[in-house]
């Protein structure tokens, strides 16, 4: 049975940066096309980072990019997401998960991550 844990949101002021991390278990991230997204309040779930098995090549929405870098880590079952100059617009849960068709995600959903963006 596929898990997926997220971790390492918190409250953080504009400007600042945080590290997410996602444990999977009954899954080797690395076989999959992975991706990191949020839900803010009263919006729909989106993608905003991915990553291919290659580890190489990597996409960004355009809200996020050149702010949030998406990576690996170095054991088969974890992943992470870099967030620089976070922006009150982050707030949001994020989550991680095995990318599907239609970019939805592929396996069950965690409980996610809250980061709060305030002053």
């Known amino acids: 049975q596929v898990q997926l844990a997220e971790s390492g949101g918190g409250l953080v002021q504009p400007g600042g940066s945080l590290r997410l991390s996602c444990a999977a278990s009954g899954l080797t991230p690395r076989n999959y096309q992975m991706g990191w997204y949020r839900q803010a309040p009263g919006k729909q779930r989106e993608l905003v980072a991915s990553i291919m098995p290659d580890d190489r090549t990597t996409n960004y929405a355009p809200s996020v990019r050149g702010r949030f870098t998406i990576s690996r880590g170095a054991g088969e079952n974890t992943m992470y997401l870099q967030i620089h100059i976070l922006k009150p617009e982050d707030t949001a849960v994020y989550y991680c998960?095995?990318?599907?068709?239609?970019?939805?995600?592929?396996?069950?959903w965690g409980q996610g991550t809250q980061v709060t963006v305030s002053s």
């Open positions: 998960n095995a990318i599907g068709a239609g970019a939805t995600g592929l396996f069950r």
